[in-house]
Nanobody, 123 residues
């Protein structure tokens, strides 16, 4: 059974940092791309970042470039999203998703999704 479990969300002041984790199981980790998405009330679903596990290539949306860093620990089947210099507009539920198609772009049609973790940034 494929499972993705996010953790690390919380409440932080603007300018602060959080590190999200996405622990994966039930599939061959190295064959997938893992994307981070976010959904805020009244806003479109946004692909924030992605990492291709096959070659380590990464993608960042312009809205987070220079502030967020995606990384992976293949031994732990876990992908991380380090979020620095957080802004109130980063407030959202963050989801990770696993995509078997070898693309570095976050795929909103990925077949496997976690349950989400809430990130709230206060001003």
């Amino acid at each position: 059974e494929v499972q993705l479990v996010e953790s690390g969300g919380g409440l932080v002041q603007a300018g602060g940092s959080l590190r999200l984790s996405c622990a994966a199981s039930g599939f061959r980790f190295d064959d997938y791309a893992i994307g981070w998405f976010r959904q805020a009330p009244g806003k479109e679903h946004e692909g924030v970042s992605c990492i291709s596990m096959s070659d380590g290539s990464t993608y960042y949306a312009d809205s987070v470039k220079g502030r967020f860093t995606i990384s992976s620990d293949n031994a732990k089947n876990t992908v991380y999203l380090q979020m620095n210099s957080l802004k109130p507009e980063d407030t959202a539920v963050y989801y990770c998703a696993a995509d078997p198609f070898p693309s570095v772009l976050p795929n909103p049609y990925s077949p496997y999704w976690g349950q989400g973790t809430q990130v709230t940034v206060s001003s």
